[in-house]
């Protein structure tokens, strides 16, 4: 560990509190501006979305000001500055001012990094003068926006809003919205959540401007509170909507279409998922629209609603479209792999049952529950595999927010060194699981901060061998079948076999005289120890190795690979199962223990004598159809008693991506679902084993990881 | 002693807050609401001396908690303190408007804060 | 927009000032007060018939032996795996760890115990001990340093009756590459 600084204790604690905040304050501008990247390509902006971003630059400057930290608190005004504009609409989402917010926030977090040295703060103050006369001369750029102007508003509306909640507001008049004060009582014990599926019906058809709490009937117990909603639906229809027992809605401005209330279709639908989240609502409404169950009967039945008499009309897109506002939800990683342990307890449970069911069925006198057991349970297993589906799409994200990292690492790098380079990013769609895609950013920067330093020479160099001055590192992502491979290509120097060979063999990992295919030398590399550069640049930080990514690549279930041509560029190949959740386990049994193997891993199995195992060069291989099939025997590898010299054996075949081996093991047992489960403890990782599971009355098994497992076969000699 | 309720969604300048008003001079006891929701269930469960509230918060923002107050038979008394970042004068002002006592804008100092906080307090105790 | 002034300057320099002052004597309040009431409450265990502890902080739970999964190629003092209520953790046997024999069979081997530990990460870890006896509430000031040759893995020792129980330092006694 690094020699501590002495410094005064009280300090400390208030400064990391700061640090810690500027960071969180920090990542949510990062996500939100990729967001907003996002949403400026697609022309919509959310208008939450730049309230939100204006808020964190405030949040930002005040809490620097406090600290004194003057940059960072200058900076963070600036930043408001442009997001004041955004939100109350006088800059256009085109505006170019908006292009300065991300490097305005990088500018900030490089204070932050610095923020213990008053030195280097002033170091950076030229750089933020610099950004902050762009910032004003973007502001001053640009054309006026036009004013629109302003209509009626009854001053008791306009008391409680703050600026931004006015200009909502007339932004919703001069849509023509009609605006509505929507009432509604809840126990102060427990408003939130009542008044969370209040606000979330709301915004399904509307706009939430603004939430202003009141005394109840009866202070102590209850609290009111007041919702401006601004909507295209008149008061009738969003009364049916949202359906609250003390809800009542008033009318403060019409709009200017007349919402047709006839769009019942819709608005039933819509009153039955505003439903789904409350806990107990009785079905009466207040309000003076239709009762719910009012809307099957024919709306031209006058006698039910006489403000049903005009024909019905096409219903009109803005109705659908205002329901894409909340149509993405976020979800926190840890909730979802609660979601998927439960779901994979149920699949077990479920496992159990049909165990039940078939026990039943073999007696005469149980046979009919046996059988019915059974019926039942096909229907859970139906059901249990589509919520399974349904949670492992949830868990999924396309890779393209790591791509977009790594981009902007590039462009840091570019900038900071001088190199010039291009990225090239292809199949960003690409789904992963979201840890694995957490997981990845780490060995993806490295990977992609090596090739920047290491592989890719200076133009001087690149131009004497005949290559264009700029570099290209491709960074793509392909789904194939179970897995997704992602390569990370340069087009730089390529890696000399011969000084990683004779790296090797001075290091001591290789015996001078030993035969090495060139794919076996590449692979050295992953050998912790060894690098073919004894530089550690300050732009690739400690200089992390290779081993480094292989171990994290496996840790995720994945492999790595390398290849490269001298002189002309380097391709890093990582291959990673898409899922890690919920996997179909093969047990297997070795001497007088089990174990587990993803049945996603395995080819096929075999049983064999020990007459068709063929020896060569001190490796064990199988002739299968064809092949050399690489042998290992998983009681030599784990160290338990070998089987008697002339039993047979099952061989299972197993696979990733091209690779192959075969694992010879006593037993095959069975083949049921499982949750890999990690395991804690002081021993990190142990060689050869992925993690554990339960599987119900057989105790705990061990998962083998069997890309460790296909790597050692390909590699290694066994002992004699 | 005195109980003094703080409003504010950054860890940070809440700390800040609480350890300036520890050192009032007077017992305290502080409770701290991260939100506005939060505030608004804490209102109830003591007899508060002061409220100290920040504006820019999520969900129910500084002013509607004001508005609250303010309106509320039973907490119209309290002296409120606002305490907001720099810019945006206009809901400062909607704030006092509404019927905050005060206001301070951030940054202050720590003694600055102190002398606002004992002032109210005194005020108070003579009506 | 506005700009800050040169005077606005000085008075935010003074107002960092100001708190940080406030923040250094807040420190030292809390140091004082810490120290005076300065207690610690110590989880003792017993191996081979001596006393050792661990910090009650980080005991998490302490469970009956049960059957304990053994895990290929790990260190010789790991025995294997339990499942706790769902999660998988590794148990160390602590007389393999301390280099002890192994214990008698006989009618003591129904009072072992497994104590879980749980650590700022999350990482939980079993410890495999003859048995468990009590809860010692200790001065800080009542600790002392440990004898030489026990300092491998004992960070103080306490006073126990007439005995000293060992405190582990439990990040030591993780480290099984030491």
């Known amino acids: ?720 | 002693m005195h109980h003094i309720l703080i409003v504010e969604d950054s860890p940070t300048m809440r700390s800040l807050v609480v350890s300036a008003l520890e050192e009032l001079g007077a017992p305290v006891r502080i409770t701290e609401a991260a939100s506005g929701f939060e505030a608004l269930r804490e209102l109830p469960r003591e007899a508060y001396d002061l409220i100290v509230t920040d504006i820019n918060m999520p969900d129910i923002n500084g002013l509607e908690l004001v508005s609250f107050v303010k309106s509320n038979a039973a907490y119209r008394a309290i002296p409120l303190l606002i305490i907001s970042t720099e810019g945006s004068e206009r809901d400062r002002l909607k704030g006092l408007e509404l019927g905050a006592d005060a206001y301070l804008v951030k940054p202050f100092e720590p003694e600055v804060l102190r002398r606002t906080a004992r002032d109210l307090l005194a005020k108070a105790q003579e009506e | ?178």
């Open chain 3, 1 to 178: 927009m506005s700009t800050h002034a040169g005077g606005a300057e000085r008075a935010r320099q003074l107002a960092s000032a100001g708190w940080q002052d406030l923040a250094r004597s807040a420190a030292r309040r809390e140091a004082d007060a810490a120290e005076a009431e300065a207690q610690r409450e110590l989880l003792v265990l017993w191996l081979d018939g001596d006393p050792y502890a661990l910090p009650v902080e980080r005991v998490r739970e302490i469970v009956r032996i049960r059957a304990i999964t053994p895990v290929p190629r790990v260190p010789e003092a790991v025995r294997g795996v339990i499942s706790l209520r769902g999660e998988i953790v590794q148990v160390i046997d602590l007389r393999r760890r301390l280099r002890l024999p192994p214990p008698d069979a006989g009618a003591g081997a129904r009072r072992a115990r497994i104590i879980v530990l749980n650590s700022d990460d999350g990482q939980l870890t079993g410890l495999l001990v003859d048995r468990v006896s009590e809860v010692l509430r200790i001065a800080e000031g009542g600790l002392r340093p440990p004898a030489a040759r026990e300092s491998d893995t004992v960070a103080a020792l306490a006073a126990y009756g007439e005995r000293f129980v060992s405190l582990f330092d439990v990040e030591r006694l993780l480290d099984l590459d030491g």
């Open chain 1, 1 to 720: 560990m690094a020699a501590r600084r002495t410094r005064s204790p009280a300090r400390s604690k208030a400064t990391r509190e700061f640090v810690s905040e500027v960071e969180e304050i920090l990542e949510r501008l990062r996500a939100d501006l990729a967001d907003l990247a996002d949403q400026r390509a697609g022309g919509e902006l959310e208008p939450e979305l730049a309230n939100r971003l204006f808020r964190s630059a405030h949040s930002l400057k005040g809490l620097a000001g406090m600290f004194g930290f003057e940059g960072m608190s200058g900076l963070a005004h600036h930043l408001e500055d442009i997001l004041d504009g955004l939100r109350m609409g006088r800059l256009a989402a085109s505006a170019p001012a908006l292009d300065l917010l991300e490097p305005a926030v990088e500018l900030v977090a490089s204070l932050l990094e610095r923020a213990g040295s008053a030195k280097a703060q002033a170091g950076a103050a030229e750089e933020v003068a610099r950004l902050v006369e762009r910032i004003e001369a973007a502001l001053h750029a640009g054309p006026a926006a036009a004013r629109v102007a302003a209509p009626e508003i009854d001053e008791r509306l306009l008391r409680a809003l703050t600026e931004y909640e006015e200009h909502r507001l007339r932004e919703s008049l001069r849509r023509g919205r009609w605006i509505h004060l929507v009432e509604a009582s809840f126990e102060i014990l427990s408003f939130e959540e009542g008044l969370a599926d209040l606000t979330g019906a709301a915004r399904e058809i509307g706009e939430v401007i603004s939430t202003l709490p009141a005394p109840g009937e009866v202070p102590e117990a209850q609290i009111r509170f007041s919702l401006l909603v601004a909507s295209d639906a008149d008061a009738q229809a969003l009364s049916t909507l949202l359906d609250h027992p003390t809800a009542s809605i008033r009318c403060v401005h019409r709009g200017a279409s007349d919402a047709p209330s006839e769009r019942l279709e819709h608005s039933t639908h819509a009153a039955e998922s505003a439903q789904r989240g409350a806990a107990e609502r009785s079905a009466s409404a207040r309000a003076a629209g239709p009762q719910p169950d009012a809307s099957e009967s024919d709306p031209e039945d006058a006698s039910v609603s006489p403000a049903l008499d005009e024909p019905a009309r096409e219903p009109s897109g803005e109705l659908d479209s205002l329901k894409s506002i909340s149509e993405t939800v976020r979800v926190d990683i840890r909730k979802l792999d609660e979601l998927m342990n439960l779901v994979g307890e149920l699949v077990i449970q479920r496992g159990a049952i049909a165990a039940i069911a078939a026990q039943l069925l073999a007696e005469p006198a149980s046979a009919r529950f046996g059988r019915e057991l059974g019926k039942l349970h096909k229907t859970l297993d139906r059901k249990l595999q589509e919520l399974q589906a349904g949670v492992l799409e949830v868990r999924m994200v396309p890779l393209r927010q790591v791509f977009e990292k790594l981009s902007r690492v590039v462009r840091r790098l570019r900038r900071d060194s001088g190199k010039d380079v291009r990225l090239e990013i292809r199949g960003g769609d690409t789904e992963l699981d979201k840890l694995i895609v957490e997981e990845l950013a780490d060995p993806l920067m490295h990977v992609v901060r090596n090739a920047f330093d290491h592989a890719l020479e200076p133009p001087a160099e690149r131009i004497a061998a005949g290559k264009p001055a700029e570099g290209t590192i491709r960074l793509e992502a392909l789904q194939r079948g179970n897995h997704v491979v992602i390569q990370v290509a340069d087009d730089g120097r390529g890696i000399d076999v011969d000084a990683v060979r004779s790296r090797a063999v001075a290091c001591g990992l290789v015996a001078p005289d030993a035969l090495l295919t060139r794919k076996e030398t590449l692979d050295l590399i992953f050998q912790p120890g060894l690098s073919t550069s004894s530089e550690v640049t300050e732009t690739s930080g400690r200089g992390v190795g290779m081993d480094v990514v292989r171990e994290n690549v496996t840790a995720l279930g994945g492999l790595v690979y390398l290849d490269s041509t001298r002189g002309a560029g380097t391709t890093i190949s990582l291959t990673l199962p898409i899922t890690l959740a919920i996997i179909q386990a093969l047990t297997v049994g070795v001497a007088d223990q089990r174990f587990a193997i993803p049945l996603t891993a395995v080819l096929e199995t075999l049983l064999v004598g020990p007459e068709a195992i063929q020896r060569s060069e001190g490796r064990e291989f199988l002739n299968l159809r064809g092949d050399a099939l690489a042998l290992r025997r998983l009681h030599a590898e784990f160290g338990l008693p070998a089987p008697a010299a002339d039993a047979r054996q099952a061989v299972v075949v197993v696979g990733l991506g091209d690779a192959r081996a075969g694992l010879l093991v006593d037993r095959l047992e069975g083949q049921q679902d499982a949750v890999i489960k990690p395991i804690l403890g002081p021993v990190r990782s142990v060689p050869g084993i992925a993690g554990a599971t339960e599987l119900g009355d057989r105790g705990t098994v061990l998962v083998l990881d069997v890309a460790a497992l296909i790597e050692d076969a390909a590699r290694r000699r066994e002992a004699a």
